[in-house]
């Protein structure tokens, strides 16, 4: 069975959308770059192996990248799941594990790229948002995109409802990715991502709706 290492830096509640989604992949490890991070307990709690890599103890980036990648293949897992993982990785890093590194953000790529995703679009009267699930490349928020999820931002919208209304399309969107990787449905070419009997309905979605 092919293996999963999950990445979390706080929450966790991707993480635990991965491991409740029970997915066809033996959960390796979860790692975390903060030791307070709540997703640690969520995780232990599920009998998962947990370890804690400060960046704190490396004075140099790449010093911590190194000791990231080494913990990571000591596990030799097929896919990297980046859950909330707020640390910015190095392109040797990157470039290491290209098509095997995964993250969810939760915006329409490439609209807002980094961080603060829910008040930019609010703050720019966009209509329609939403998350993505990627694969990681040096460039931030921009590698190759697997699957999206859009929600409509309704007129009432705060911060809170809309990053709320936009994490349950997360939980949805990433499980399901891993799990197309996980079965080899997954086909990476240039910058672009094929899935193999993905469901294409031709849907719209408008916001405001339309009268019919
Ligand atoms: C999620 O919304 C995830 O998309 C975002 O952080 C949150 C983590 O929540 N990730 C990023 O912004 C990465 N660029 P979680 O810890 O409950 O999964």
């Not at 830096?9 to 635990?16: E, V």
């Not at 640690?40 to 190194?66: C, Q, W």
């Not at 040797?92 to 790529?109: A, E, T």
Request: proline share 6%.
């Amino acid at each position: 069975m092919k293996s999963l290492v999950i990445l979390i830096s706080g929450r966790g509640s991707n993480m635990q959308a991965l491991i409740e989604a029970r997915l066809p992949t033996r959960i390796a490890a979860v790692i975390s770059d903060r030791p307070d991070a709540a997703g640690l307990e969520i995780a232990k709690m599920y009998g998962f192996e947990t370890k804690v890599l400060d960046p704190r103890s490396y004075s140099l980036r790449e010093a911590f990248d190194t000791v990231l990648a080494e913990t990571i293949d000591a596990y030799e897992p097929d896919l990297i799941a980046l859950a909330g993982f707020m640390r910015i990785l190095g392109d040797g890093f990157v470039n290491r594990y290209r098509g095997k590194l995964m993250n969810v953000h939760p915006s329409l790529l490439p609209a807002y790229p980094g961080l603060g995703t829910h008040s930019r679009a609010l703050r720019e009267g966009v209509k329609i948002h939403g998350c993505t699930v990627h694969f990681v490349t040096p460039r931030v928020d921009h590698g190759p995109i697997i699957i999206q999820s859009a929600v409509q931002v309704l007129p009432d919208d705060t911060e809170e409802t809309l990053a709320t209304r936009v994490l349950q399309q997360e939980h949805r969107i990433y499980p399901e990715a891993v799990r197309w990787f996980m079965e080899g449905r997954l086909k990476l070419s240039d910058n672009r991502v094929e899935v193999s009997n993905a469901v294409i309905n031709g849907s719209v979605l408008f916001s405001p709706g339309l009268h019919q």
